[in-house]
Each structure stands twice: as structure tokens, then as C-alpha cells.
């Protein structure tokens, strides 16, 4: 059974960095787990597509996000780690962040195409 769970998330200010990491166990190469992403929803807000990393490592960024927030990856044998890289936060990036997989092939930032998600870490930037 695939389980997803993030850390890494707490309190910064404005202008600095925080670095989330998602570990996905449970998933077996060839099982139907194509891609990984990242989202993330404020309070009042629906759920926001952040970034994505597909198996062939093609990544996609959310446009609020693009040029500051990057996706390395690092698999091993029966776990995919993720991580997401946050640099330049901002106080709109406040928000609950969620990790989650996809058996879509193609990078998708459509929270309904991700089946295995994450209970969430919380992010907070103080301005």
C-alpha cells in the first residue's frame, strides 16, 4: 500500500528558504506511479498546483512558484523521496503543503489526476 508523508515545513520570513521533503513507501518500480507533485492550499482557497516531477524527471512549476521554488528528486529501491526547494518565500506562500502521486504519465498540476496523497505540512512566511 503506497503511504505518503511530508515534513519539513515551519515559520520563516520573507526572503528565505525552507526545504519540504515527501517520502513515498510502499511503491514498487513498476507499479502505477508515474509522477510526483507538490500542492498547496491557504486558508479560503482551493487546492494550487506548485510543481510536479514525471518518471523521466520532465518538471513543471506553477506560475506563482516558477523561478523560486525547484523539484530534486532521489529515489531508492522501494521508497521515492521528494523534495521541494523553496527560496525566496513570500507571505502569499502561506499555506498548507501536500505531497501526492499520480499514475498520469504526463506532468499534471490538476490536484483530482493525483490518487495518494499526504496529511500536509504546514508553511508560514511572516512578512
Known amino acids: 500500500q503506497v503511504q505518503v508523508v511530508e515534513s519539513g515545513g515551519g515559520s520563516v520570513q520573507a526572503g528565505g528558504s525552507l526545504r519540504l521533503s515527501c517520502a513515498v513507501s510502499?511503491?514498487?518500480?513498476?507499479?502505477?506511479?508515474?509522477?510526483m507533485g507538490w500542492f498547496r492550499q491557504a486558508l479560503g482557497s482551493e487546492r494550487e498546483g506548485v510543481a510536479t516531477i514525471t518518471h523521466d524527471g520532465t518538471t513543471v512549476y506553477g506560475h506563482s512558484v516558477k523561478g523560486r521554488f525547484s523539484i530534486p528528486k532521489d529515489s531508492a529501491k522501494n521508497t521515492l523521496v521528494l523534495y521541494l526547494q523553496m527560496d525566496s518565500l513570500k507571505p502569499e506562500d502561506t499555506a498548507m503543503y501536500y505531497c501526492a502521486a499520480t499514475g498520469i504519465k504526463s506532468p499534471t498540476l490538476i490536484p483530482a489526476d493525483y490518487g495518494y496523497w499526504g496529511q500536509g505540512t504546514q508553511v508560514t512566511v511572516s512578512s
Open positions: 510502499g511503491y514498487i518500480h513498476g507499479d502505477n506511479i508515474y509522477g
